[in-house]
């Protein structure tokens, strides 16, 4: 990845990780088989040391995946609009890593899991949620390594 221009802005690791794991979605990133990025809205959970998230059995991702694991993702959290600076407050993190297609039927049950408790946390075990989990069939669960991991913040300055 490269080094940040406004270095003044970097994160350190820790809060990175922390923007990552809060923020609700974020953009996945391939690359398509000319070479050109395909970016596609994603929601997110970091479980067990990678970021994982889940899809249809069919598409472009899946394809580009398959051809070419190299991916990017990138989350944004803490958004504010500061107006009369024409700036904004945010924290960003982003990520470059291989996504795989995971196989283990114990660890697609274990991400759905994580994925279901980061978004609907008070529904987990319920009658919806195991019928939720009877479709995990017709889904793919797929892991991102976190090869690098980089977040930047603006914290702005308020307008008086």
């Not at 391939?30 to 040391?49: I, Q």
């Not at 609009?81 to 274990?110: N, Q």
């Amino acid at each position: 990845m490269n080094t940040l221009r406004r270095i003044d802005r970097k994160t350190s690791d820790a809060d990175a990780m922390r923007i990552l794991q809060d923020s609700l979605y974020g953009t996945l990133a391939t690359v398509n088989e000319d070479g050109s990025p395909y970016c596609v809205p994603m929601s997110h959970v970091v479980w067990n040391g990678a970021l994982y998230f889940h899809c249809a059995r069919a598409g472009q991702k899946l394809e580009n995946v398959r051809r070419d694991a190299r991916a990017f993702y990138s989350c944004v959290l803490d958004v504010q609009i500061l107006g009369p600076e024409f700036s904004m407050k945010y924290s960003s993190c982003a990520v470059e890593g291989r996504v795989a297609i995971v196989t283990d039927e114990a660890e697609r049950e274990g991400a759905m899991r994580a994925l279901c408790e980061k978004y609907c946390a008070g529904h987990v075990d319920t009658p919806a949620y195991h019928r939720t989990m009877g479709v995990m069939p017709a889904v793919v669960m797929l892991r991102m390594s976190l090869d690098e991991i980089c977040g930047k913040a603006n914290k702005g300055k308020l307008s008086d």
